[in-house]
């Protein structure tokens, strides 16, 4: 089954057809006054919890040491009330500054909110999300859902194998995070519909919220969106969405004759073909978060686009460019860089087609990466550790190839870095290098089974950085969408609930103890939907009134909330689970005929709860 998760959250917390209609508003262009109402309902607080509890961020602690492993002991009504309460007289505690080491050495600043900030802002992003959804620009491809790197790497692909666009403006943002301007983008957010005065008062203290540095000094910032922050990414969208749209309004979207072909649509290429007799500049913008490339036809369009757009980012935006690293590039006779790969348009034929490499900065922090993976494999700090960092080493294998397989050239790359990893491993490794043994891991298996390259260490397989093959990259098809039922058919399938489920799943969300933690209520929720609805000894759907989640160790003798450690089953089966009086036993058996494995399951459910098989 195609399911995605944060749309099961959705559909858990029965949002779903709520953010589809603030997407639907946000496209007819309405105004959202009572956004806050929303924000703070007690499904999207829930909501908010699922969505980041799982999160490795969400294990690090902000200046109060607090981190998820805390929340989830709360109580639901404790939690729910906490996360209101902030939103009504919101003050953000100060945001723990971290410097995290980058790629080449250098350090980028990481802000870290409290947990109960996070959890704020996750439930501001689950609200916004739909509304600014619905006003982004088809080329903005990073922080979004269902859009990532491959995306943005097919559109510069098309931009110059089909379209022929060769010349590109490559602008460098001076340190665009730090430096976004808070009253512009409040203004922006304001021209997109967001009109909820509660709501805007809480994000300008969200952004001026004062940070402390490594060496304790306490400052209070007055431009600037934190990285690390779970709004931020949004944020940084909504800031460079009107320059998406106004480079689109320059050629793409500037009003035309309309050119309506025998079916009645209207063709755009007629249109372009019209506008090229035009002194205007062709131009065309790739979008990822703050990297982004304009593709042009001629020199001169570039030039003059660079200069105008230098000029725009200054004067609408407040921001700088890094003249360094800002430049027109002829993609026929130099590579432009992009999000870790380098391009370049080279002739086949008659025309010009990408040959594109992972640039060399990439290459170098991937053997740097590799090396240290491979000493900890000779030498791991924990004893019996080894097989632990063979794993990680392939999965950072993995994670290379996956990322970089969209350049052309990618074997090329892969190959050199294999030699200098070969290289390495023979006098680091020594005599432990196997060339045969055997693979256990099927996708290992089917995915580098037949290389000549793999080695094995320890009876594991070490998978080879040099076996890979390009991949072209894809478009996202036009038609997926989050927030529509019609787009989500391609990335998920809806839970096949009747209405009575659904009923109950309702009321389920609003039944729980006072003493119930928020893990345990969000929990139940989905072993509700996973059982669908029936009871795990013998597969019967349940009444809302027979409901029971048990606990599989009970809590008395170290069991946790957990959802491994959690089970729908009957009232009465709940009661024989636990049950040690023989009469009782024996009542409650037989008010169910239970066949042996049915008797078998309650009989194992029995033992994990301290008691004998009946």
Not at 327 to 348: C, D, M, P, Q, T
Not at 392 to 410: H, K, P, S
């Amino acid at each position: 089954m195609t399911k995605q998760k944060r749309l099961r959250y959705l559909e858990y917390y029965g949002l779903q057809k709520c953010f589809d209609n603030l997407y639907k508003k946000s496209r007819q262009g309405d105004v959202f006054t009572n956004l806050m109402e929303l924000i703070s309902s007690e499904e999207n607080i829930k909501l908010a919890y699922r969505n980041i509890k799982r999160n490795n961020g969400s294990f690090t602690a902000g200046v109060d040491r607090i981190t998820i492993a805390d929340i989830e002991k709360i109580p639901v009504e404790k939690y729910v009330r906490i996360i209101q309460s902030k939103l009504q007289y919101y003050r953000p505690k100060p945001v723990r500054r971290v410097e995290i080491e980058k790629q080449g050495g250098e350090v980028r600043p990481l802000g870290i909110p409290t947990i109960t900030d996070r959890l704020v802002q996750q439930c501001i992003l689950q609200v916004l999300e739909p509304i600014c959804e619905a006003k982004f620009h088809e080329r903005n491809n990073g922080f979004r859902p269902n859009r990532n790197t491959e995306n943005a790497l097919a559109q510069c692909y098309r931009m110059i194998q089909q379209q022929n666009l060769h010349f590109v403006v490559d602008i460098d943002i001076k340190g665009f995070f730090d430096n976004v301007n808070h009253s512009k983008l409040i203004r922006q957010m304001w021209a997109m519909g967001i009109h909820d005065k509660k709501l805007i008062c809480v994000i300008k203290q969200m952004l001026k919220a004062p940070v402390i540095l490594p060496d304790s000094t306490k400052v209070y910032p007055t431009r600037g969106t934190p990285q690390g922050g779970i709004l931020s990414p949004l944020l940084s969208n909504i800031v460079l969405n009107e320059l998406d749209w106004w480079i689109s309004s320059q050629w793409e979207n500037i009003p035309t004759k309309e050119y309506v072909k025998s079916n009645g649509t209207v063709s755009r290429s007629n249109a372009y073909e019209a506008l090229k007799n035009t002194h205007l500049k062709e131009m065309y913008i790739v979008r990822y978060a703050d990297d982004f490339k304009i593709f042009c036809r001629k020199k001169s369009d570039a030039d003059n686009t660079f200069i105008a757009v230098t000029r725009w980012l200054k004067e609408r935006l407040k921001l700088d460019i890094s003249e360094e690293k800002s430049k027109v590039v002829n993609l026929r006779k130099n590579y432009s860089e992009f999000l870790g790969f380098k391009i370049k348009a080279v002739k086949k034929g008659t025309k010009y087609v990408v040959k594109s490499h992972m640039k060399e900065k990439s290459v170098k922090n991937a053997k740097e990466k590799l090396k240290k993976q491979i000493k900890k494999i000779q030498r791991p700090k924990i004893k019996n550790q080894s097989i632990c960092e063979i794993e990680r080493y392939n999965q950072m294998v993995e994670g290379i190839q996956n990322y970089y397989r969209f350049a052309t050239d990618i074997a090329i790359d892969c190959r050199d870095i294999q030699r200098t990893i070969s290289t390495l491993m023979q006098s680091r490794l020594k005599y432990r290098i196997k060339r045969q043994g055997k693979i256990y891991n099927s996708h290992i298996k089917s995915r580098y089974g037949i290389s000549k390259q793999l080695r094995f260490i320890d009876d594991r397989p070490l998978v080879p950085i040099g076996y890979v093959q390009t991949k072209p990259p894809m478009y996202k098809k036009k038609s997926i969408c989050k927030y529509t039922e019609k787009g989500r058919e391609e990335i998920h399938k809806n839970l096949r609930f009747d209405n009575y489920l659904l009923t109950v799943m309702k009321q389920m969300l609003s039944y729980y103890k006072s003493t119930d933690s928020i893990e345990y209520a969000d929990n139940r929720i989905s072993i509700y939907a996973s059982q669908y609805g029936k009871y795990a000894v013998s597969g019967i759907l349940l009444d809302i009134d027979d409901i029971h989640c048990h606990h599989k160790l009970p809590k008395k003798l170290g069991g946790k909330d957990n959802y491994q450690n959690l089970i729908i089953i009957h009232k009465d089966i709940h009661i024989l689970v636990h049950a040690v009086n023989d009469e009782i036993i024996r009542k409650y058996l037989s008010n169910f005929s239970l066949n042996a494995k049915q008797k078998q399951k309650l009989n194992s459910l029995r033992k994990m709860a301290g008691n004998e098989p009946v």
